[in-house]
């Protein structure tokens, strides 16, 4: 990791400012021989113009605004001469006070006139003359923005990042260093974002023992919410809980029932019966429950049934189509009901309905807001592509703050539109939902589309599936498979997948089974791909798909093989190292974090089109410029490692998208991964033909197993029995 350049000036102008996450990009006086004047951005609360600074951090080359110098930490040089204290006092920031009285005040206490008022606000009463409206400005200005510096040096000296003193500003404001010192592991429950290594970083700098009560208590809960966030569920039981606990901290098992306790006692779990929810997730399924229970707030004028039906039928005419029963019928209850929701796997004509409900509802309501929305950017592209309508992502569509992970659109500032159409639902985890249902009290019509077999959220919950069992909302389940030319049998081999039975002999033309060695399924692979790219498709369009990261076939292995084959090291191609990873021009980039703010999400894919090297920059250091469909991103060594190779991605990443060609391969080993809805996942991805290559056995046992772990959750019960009320319910008795 290269490090941080530290330069002396003065901030001269602020260019842009956001007062929520105080991100700001200034124009930065450099104070030496040259008076260089250089752009600065970075979180700078507070900061005063004409005042001298220390900033430490990197150049970075931004592709739109050019070079510019990344602020890591600050800290302001207060002037100790008689006359930059004059100045000082005198600067605009001072309200009431002019340089006449900024001189009695020198006169009066010296130059360590502003340490003491520091340490000794009142002392300013001891200057003769000084009018009480100058003494409440200096002594109001001087407290809060030493409050925001103490606590800027305090994160600099122990190591924590200055992002996080947005979190703890909008926890705590002027308090915030403060309640730190009293107790730093409260971060865990009060700032969104600051986890438990955070916590115990500074909780170590301050001298806390490994024993301690405060950390025992959030080493609890952030135990809990580990547990759910890497199972999916929603609670664990007492009995797992205290288990874990006593392999990790066998020397405190006689606190756990206390801190349990407390916790209960602090609202940051909720049990019911036997089961431990972090509050987060209790407060996601109650608050799902609820809304949806009583949705909608503002019933939405009935439609015209019979102006409806014209309006197909024309439309039918129009487009040259006739739809199906089941796809009529998902019209009418889209229109009826204020919550529908229409589930189906590929090619059964979801898209061709949700264009449907978008002409049809403009048509019907023209004053109307309807907005379309996916849990990932991907998603939100491809929604957009075969729709024909304007999609956004759901963080953008509630304005997501990364900074401190809380959203902008919610109860107080709820969302202004009348419909919301959800793509790919089954992706959507529980505090997600939680958060669109809390920004909804405008909204009067909701309609969720989505394959009910695809792979769950990433984050805990299953939202989609607990909807449908619950059997509270309208279903239509779209059954008709209607793509019938090229990848006709792919989608067969998906809806085979789902049912538990593939006959290889059945498939001749779109998918293929290969039968190989483990040791031979790399070459098959790059053989694979050569041959695909001979016919003409795109690195783009080619797409490796494997459940693991480790192994001969795993995600690592094929990503270095596939870069060596298809892109090697050329004199014409630039590359950099980071880590084991080489990135050369034209490599395919998988991004792995939601960049909001350069329009790039967790699982886009892009080309590496530019490799600066260090002697082209003026901080003498890589830049990379990737294209994300035309959409250019600048990524410095520092964040590297927001990026991967993407020639081979797991099926995961892969939610969202599609591609002509799916290559996955199957090995014994990786058996512990493999099962039905990752594999039919996996193959509904291909939009022309599917590669099975290695043992088939593996294939065949893998789509035998329906789940490795059936998430457990409470959403489907708080529907139907109210948002408190929970019946245990047998697991083999679950409806789906």
């Known amino acids: 990791m290269e490090q941080s350049q530290q330069i002396t000036g003065k901030f001269t102008f602020i260019r842009f400012h956001n007062d929520v996450n105080f991100y700001k990009v200034c124009s930065f006086l450099i104070h030496d021989e040259t008076e260089k004047t250089i752009t600065v951005t970075g979180t700078l609360p507070d900061i005063e113009m004409d005042v001298l600074y220390t900033i430490s951090g990197k150049y970075v080359e931004h592709p739109r605004y050019g070079m510019q110098f990344a602020v890591e930490s600050y800290e302001k040089q207060l002037p100790d001469s008689r006359e930059g204290i004059i100045r000082y006092f005198s600067s605009v920031q001072f309200s009431h006070v002019g340089k006449k009285t900024a001189e009695k005040i020198v006169d009066a206490l010296g130059t360590e006139c502003i340490s003491m008022i520091r340490n000794e606000p009142d002392i300013l009463y001891m200057v003769p003359g000084l009018p009480e409206k100058a003494i409440l400005s200096i002594q109001e200005n001087i407290q809060e923005k030493d409050g925001m510096e103490q606590l800027v040096r305090f994160l600099n000296v122990h190591g924590i990042g200055i992002r996080n003193l947005v979190r703890l500003n909008a926890a705590y404001g002027n308090e915030a260093l403060q309640k730190l010192k009293e107790n730093p592991y409260r971060v865990i429950e009060e700032c969104d974002g600051m986890g438990f290594i955070t916590a115990d970083k500074i909780g170590k700098a301050l001298g806390i023992e490994k024993g301690d009560h405060r950390r025992l208590y959030a080493y609890l809960l952030a135990l809990l919410s580990k547990l759910t966030m890497d199972s999916g569920d929603s609670y664990v039981t007492t009995d797992e809980l205290r288990l874990v606990w006593h392999n990790r901290t066998v020397e405190y098992d006689d606190v756990f029932d206390d801190l349990l306790n407390e916790a209960v006692l602090h609202a940051s779990i909720h049990i019911e019966d ?4 972090p509050m987060a997730q209790y407060s996601a399924e109650v608050t799902i429950a609820s809304t949806l229970r009583s949705f909608p707030e503002q019933i939405m004028e009935p439609c015209d049934m019979t102006l409806l039906q014209d309006y197909l039928h024309a439309m039918e005419k129009e487009i040259g189509i006739t739809y199906d029963e089941l796809q009529v019928q998902a019209i009418e209850s889209f229109f009826k009901e204020p919550i529908s929701i229409i589930t189906g796997g590929p090619g059964t004509g979801k898209t061709t309905v949700v264009r449907a409900f978008m002409k049809l509802f403009h048509q019907l309501y023209p004053n109307a807001v309807a907005v379309c929305a996916a849990p990932t950017g991907r998603a939100a592209k491809r929604l957009c592509e075969v729709t024909g309508t304007q999609s956004t ?22 969302l202004d539109v009348d419909l919301v159409i959800i793509d790919e639902c089954s992706m959507v985890d529980a505090y997600v939902f939680s958060a669109l249902m809390k920004a909804g009290a405008n909204i009067r019509k909701i ?48 809806h085979d997948i789902r049912r538990g039975m593939v006959d290889p002999s059945f498939y001749h033309q779109d998918v293929h089974f290969v039968s190989c060695a483990d040791t031979a399924i790399r070459d098959t692979i790059l053989h694979i791909v050569k041959q695909s790219l001979q016919m003409g498709y795109s690195m783009d369009e080619v797409q490796v798909l494997s459940p693991m990261y480790r192994g001969n076939a795993g995600i690592d292995v094929l990503n270095n093989a596939l870069q060596a084959s298809f892109n090697p090291p050329d004199t014409e191609k630039r590359e950099v190292q980071s880590g084991y990873r080489i990135f050369r021009e034209h490599d395919k980039i998988l991004q792995l974090k939601n960049q909001p703010d350069d329009d790039v999400y967790n699982g886009d894919i892009g080309i590496l089109e530019e490799v600066t090297l260090p002697e082209e920059t003026e901080d003498k250091r890589h830049a990379l410029f990737v294209n994300y469909q035309d959409n250019i991103v600048c990524y410095r060594p520092e964040n590297f490692d927001k990026i991967t190779h993407a020639y081979c991605i797991s099926v995961h990443k892969s939610q969202g998208g599609e591609y002509p060609i799916i290559i996955m391969p199957f090995i014994r080993s990786h058996s512990i991964m493999l099962y039905r809805k990752l594999i039919y996942t996996a193959c509904s991805r291909a939009r022309k033909a599917v590669w099975l290559i290695g043992d088939m056995s593996a294939f065949e046992a893998g789509i035998q197993v329906e789940e490795r772990h059936v998430r457990r959750t409470t959403l489907q019960q708080r529907l139907i029995y109210g948002t408190t009320a929970v019946v245990d319910t047998d697991e083999n008795d679950f409806p789906f």
């Open 393 to 414: 992502t759901i963080h953008s569509l509630l304005k997501w703050d990364l900074e401190t992970n809380t959203f902008g659109k919610n109860e107080t500032d709820p």
């Open 447 to 494: 309609c969720l589309i989505g394959d009910e077999d695809q792979l769950p959220s990433v984050g805990p919950g299953c939202v989609l599936r607990d909807l449908i069992a619950s059997e509270r909302f309208p279903l239509v389940r779209l059954n008709h498979i209607y793509r019938q030319k090229d990848g006709s049998e792919v989608i067969s081999l998906a």
């Open 274 to 277: 036997d089961r431990i929810y």
